[in-house]
């Protein structure tokens, strides 16, 4: 029970090591691992080295293919030039396997304490520091889960064990027990771990573990698509990469050892197992390692090569989606940072594009042909990964030092994009209710109606005088609100969950109201300094929204 207990728990702080790992480092290089992703796929050369360095720093293969499709879906490079990155997080993971072949408990137990006492002298609270000192206990508890893996196997007696494996693990049930370890745990890294355990407590040779580890590497790309969860179109389309790079390093490195098979049989020379140990120098743990690193390096170089038609191939599988061209923004470039006043216009461009787009997301009750829930739906997606990516663009912009003026208007672009997301949010959510209903009442067709004519007229705002009615229109809501609930309550509703429903309609259709007003303010503050009404309009609608 004892060895049962420290493999699991040498698992656990494998997973949350690296789960933890992969998120701080995510958010310590934010912009910038987007602008070092963009310079290197320049190159194929280029992006393998960089898949691999993402894949070692992350010991994910899943979160580099996955990381690539989202930038990929927002256009920050094509699928074409991020293959080489994804084959390249593959050959990455195989560090972790490498340092498990060495003994490194002392290494671990000098990090940890080190990680330890920068917690507790507060270091982790400085904001240029905290995602630093979060990665670093990330890896440290991964390796001090490795330590553990390593650990458990060595009360077992191996010669009893060796016995009862030996004759139940066929070649196919090998590879079907690594393929499902790997899907479980999303990596193929951590079920070879437990092989290099194994073997190293004397209860497998090379021959029974080479099917496992094979199994392991094919299951781990198949767990890409779980992970991936609702990506779809482009962005998925790395995700079938990262299926083929797995594919094909398994079918090459197998053919290899099958012809070794067959030549040993034939020919007496020596078996595949016994060349592989022999050239690690006798040291099993090490053979398993170069093994691994074989598997990856076997599916990324030919995958890299022949990248075009791992696109087609990945694009028959996954073709573009609605959703694709609805999160790709048109103007900001991060190429234009470098000159605030023009990148502030790009994304000013930007923003006008996500307001002339916000009538998309609500339903056209009068139209049969318009969108359908579905297509709403990734228009939503869409406007919301452009919302992040604007976001983006200006924190990387103010983080280069502009000028007093230059920062000025970012802060109010800022401010301007978290109020849009806002709206989109809610305009979604009230869309939502509207459909759900089999029968629309007439009170939910008609907050729907005025909602689409009120946003219809924000996006078709185009200057100072359109604002200010708009501005008048959205600012003095009393008598609209009033009209809601006596309508309302005067509604033969049977059920009480049609009631209840009505009222989220109205309360959302109020707050849409209320952050229409707010965008309307924030459009134009020039115009607001000579029109106090429009500002104060605005606080009163923030205190009444308290």
């Known amino acids: 029970m004892s060895v049962l207990a420290e493999l699991l728990a040498g698992l656990g702080l494998l997973f949350v090591g690296l789960s933890r790992l992969s998120s701080h480092l995510q958010h310590a290089t934010g912009w910038r691992a987007r602008q070092w992703i963009r310079r290197a796929t320049g190159a194929p050369l280029r992006g393998l080295v960089c898949g691999t360095l993402a894949g070692a720093a992350t010991q994910s293969s899943n979160a580099v293919a996955i990381i ?70 990330g890896l440290t508890l991964a390796l001090l889960g490795l330590v553990f893996i390593k650990q458990a196997p060595r009360a077992l007696d191996a010669a009893a064990m060796a016995t009862w494996i030996g004759p139940l693990l066929s070649p196919w049930l090998g590879f079907a027990i690594g393929l499902a370890l790997a899907v479980v745990s999303q990596s193929s890294s951590a079920p070879t771990l437990l092989v290099l355990a194994l073997l190293q407590a004397h209860l497998l040779d090379l021959s029974a573990a080479f099917p496992l580890v094979l199994g392991a590497n094919l299951g781990s790309g198949l767990s890409a698509l779980l992970a991936a969860g609702g990506l779809e179109g482009t962005g998925r389309q790395l995700c079938h990469v990262h299926v083929l790079v797995k594919a094909v390093g398994c079918l090459l490195v197998a053919a290899l050892w099958a012809v070794g098979l067959v030549s040993a049989r034939l020919w007496g020379s020596a078996e595949p197992a016994d060349l592989l140990q022999a050239a690690a120098g006798g040291n099993i743990a090490l053979a398993v390692s170069v093994l691994f690193l074989t598997l990856q390096l076997a599916g990324a170089l030919p995958v890299t090569l022949a990248r075009g038609a791992a696109e087609r191939l990945a694009s028959r599988l996954s073709p573009p989606s609605l959703e694709d061209g609805a999160s790709r923004p048109r103007y900001i470039d991060t190429r234009a940072l470098d000159a605030p006043a023009s990148a502030l216009d790009l994304s000013q461009r930007e923003i006008q594009r996500l307001v002339s787009l916000l009538p998309t997301l609500l339903p056209d009750l009068d139209q049969s042909d318009a969108a359908t829930p579905g297509e709403r739906l990734a228009l939503w997606r869409g406007a919301g990964a452009v919302v992040r990516d604007v976001d983006l663009f200006l924190v990387a912009l103010m983080g280069r030092g502009p000028g007093p003026e230059e920062l000025a208007v970012a802060l109010r672009q800022q401010a301007l994009v978290e109020m849009i997301r806002a709206l989109q949010d809610t305009l979604h959510d009230f869309s939502e209710v509207v459909e759900s209903f089999d029968a629309l009442p007439p009170l939910g067709f008609n907050l729907s109606e005025s909602l689409r004519t009120l946003v219809l007229s924000l996006a078709d705002a185009e200057g100072a005088e359109d604002l200010s009615v708009l501005a008048a229109l959205t600012a003095d809501r009393s008598t609209l609100l009033h009209r809601i609930r006596q309508s309302l309550l005067g509604t033969q509703a049977e059920a009480g969950d049609e009631m209840r429903r009505l009222l989220l309609a109205t309360t959302l259709f109020e707050r849409a109201v209320w952050l229409m007003h707010r965008i309307v303010v924030a459009l134009h503050p020039v115009e607001n300094d000579d029109n106090p009404g429009l500002s104060s309009g605005a606080e009163r609608n923030e205190v009444h929204a308290h």
Do not use: E, Q
Not at 87 to 115: E, K, M, N, P, Y
């Open 68 to 137: 690539c499709g989202n930038l990929v879906r927002g256009g920050v490079f094509h699928t074409r030039d991020a293959i080489p990155v994804v084959a390249g997080g593959s050959v990455g993971t195989a560090a972790l396997v490498l340092v498990a072949a060495i003994d490194f408990r002392l290494l671990v137990f000098f990090a940890l304490a080190a990680v330890g006492f920068a917690i507790h002298l507060r270091l982790d609270r400085h904001p240029g520091w905290r995602d630093w000192i979060g990665a670093a206990l």
